[in-house]
């Protein structure tokens, strides 16, 4: 495996269409276990919401980017389409890196956000990844061990309430995580 911060991916035409279909699945999934959820697969903006002419989600866009991940990691990514739920033990990391470490991958569209992470989910994974991308090109940005962000010093106020927050710049490669 020699994913570097930096590496690029480019998901090719059935790729996009997988991804696709599994963000269509999992969101379906979810909406017939609780269709009261609050779902924020969605995007809040209305130009990007889900529909027949603009179909990419959050929940597409993460899915394209966890399969980014896993292209440049030489992992398989979770394909899954049960419900995920931090309350009932259902979350699991995105991926197993071929070296045994589990990992959670967080995407984004903006070039210069953060890896974010929840303090009311269940944690899962040894590492979280954040890529960046927006339609077929994915970029891979670094890598946190899970018991370094999980740390009050990374807790922030970044709009949407305490958050653990690392910047990109505290982000490494995976040969130096110590």
């Known amino acids: 495996m020699d994913i570097k911060i930096g590496s690029k991916v480019t ?11 599994v ?4 969101h379906g999934v ?4 609780d269709s009261t959820v609050n779902n924020l697969a969605i995007d809040k903006e209305p130009s990007k919401q889900i529909t027949v002419d603009h179909p990419l989600t959050l929940e ?3 899915v394209r980017g966890q399969t ?4 440049l990691a030489g992992s398989e990514p979770d394909r899954s389409v049960h419900p995920r739920s931090s309350q009932n033990n259902t979350e699991k990391p995105h991926t197993i890196l071929p070296n045994g470490l589990s990992v959670t991958i967080r995407v984004t569209r903006k070039k210069t956000n953060r890896l974010v992470v929840e303090p009311h989910k269940k944690q899962v994974g040894d590492l979280y990844a954040l890529m960046i991308g927006d339609g077929d090109t994915y970029e ?3 890598f946190k061990k899970q018991k370094e962000l999980l740390q009050d010093k990374y807790l922030k106020n970044i709009g949407w309430g ?17």
């Open 162 to 178: 305490l958050l653990y927050a690392a910047d990109q710049c505290e982000l490494v490669d995976l040969k130096d995580l110590k």
């Open 140 to 142: 891979f940005r670094g």
């Open 30 to 33: 979810m909406m017939s276990v």
């Open 11 to 21: 998901l090719t035409k059935d790729e996009l269409e997988e991804c696709k279909e």
């Open 60 to 62: 597409e866009l993460s």
């Open 23 to 26: 963000a269509f699945t999992r």
């Open 68 to 71: 980014a991940f896993c292209i």
